[in-house]
């Protein structure tokens, strides 16, 4: 036997909210990881970061030949 729902609209008006809730929510929390500003987030570094930088050959710049006296 089956039980019949004795609030079917209170039940779907719950549902749409929590629905909506988590979508809005979903979607706050997108555009705060788009702007790096989530609470779990580390800070970016401040340091420049070079690529190439230490690797032998790529410290002088082009067209000047390399020191081999």
């Not at 549902?15 to 788009?34: K, N, P, R």
């Not at 989530?38 to 030949?65: C, K, M, S, V």
């Amino acid at each position: 036997m089956t039980r019949a729902r004795r609030h079917p609209l209170a039940s779907m008006l719950i549902a749409a909210v929590l629905i909506l809730t988590f979508v809005i929510a979903g979607y706050g929390v997108f555009l705060a990881s788009d702007a790096g500003r989530l609470p779990w987030q580390e800070d970016p570094t401040r340091i420049a970061i070079t690529p190439f930088a230490g690797i032998p050959g790529f410290d002088q710049p082009i067209g000047t030949p390399a020191s081999g006296n």
